[in-house]
């Protein structure tokens, strides 16, 4: 499938949404949360992309019903987890120009600071959010590299080290999924 790709730069759009949402989730999802239960099963696929459930449950807040929705551009795919009707957690696989750097590529998702790396900076995390660049995944016509991200927005949970760890295995799911495989044909 040949698919078009725009060029990658900066999008005012999402980042200022992220933004958005970042100050305003805590606020409304905060009150009471210690007292809720969650009422609704854990995936262990977002959007055809396998997740650790046990790592992705204390981002996510407690509620009665969780749904998850794809939004599928040209370019890239967001992955909506939304609980009771607020967006819990994003994921997104996001093709961009080869040759940047995940932290370069993260600015275009978030203003917040996100300072922590592994793997010489392949993955950029924080106690609520973490972005990585995929190995191998290259759309030769257009020379754009996959990277992925994960985004707890409505989560009062904050926890670097869980965070690491669902963007590396994340990550190494989207490098096995057709996702990928269509940038290398």
């Known amino acids: 499938m040949t698919r078009r790709r725009p060029v990658p730069g900066p999008r005012s759009g999402p980042a200022f949404a992220a933004v ?25 696929t977002l959007c055809g992309i396998r997740v650790d459930a046990e790592e992705l449950t204390p981002f996510l807040p407690p509620g009665k019903k969780l749904s998850v929705e794809p939004e599928v551009n040209p370019a890239s795919t967001w992955c909506d987890v939304s609980v009771d009707g607020k967006l819990a957690v994003r994921t997104v696989q996001d093709w961009w120009q080869g040759g940047a750097d995940t932290a370069y590529f993260l600015r275009s998702q978030t203003l917040e600071p996100v300072e922590e790396t592994a793997d010489d900076g392949r993955y950029v995390y924080s106690d609520w959010q973490a972005f990585g ?36 295995s994340f990550t190494k799911e989207v490098e096995k999924s057709d996702e990928c495989d269509e940038g290398t044909s």
């Open 133 to 168: 660049k995929t190995e191998d995944c290259v759309d030769e016509k257009y020379g754009h590299e996959l990277y992925t991200g994960i985004q707890a927005y409505g989560s009062d949970h904050r926890d670097a080290d869980a965070m690491k760890r669902l963007i590396v």
């Open 20 to 44: 958005v949402l970042a100050v305003l989730a805590p606020a409304v999802t905060g009150c009471g949360a210690d007292e809720e239960s969650r009422d609704y099963s854990v995936p262990d």
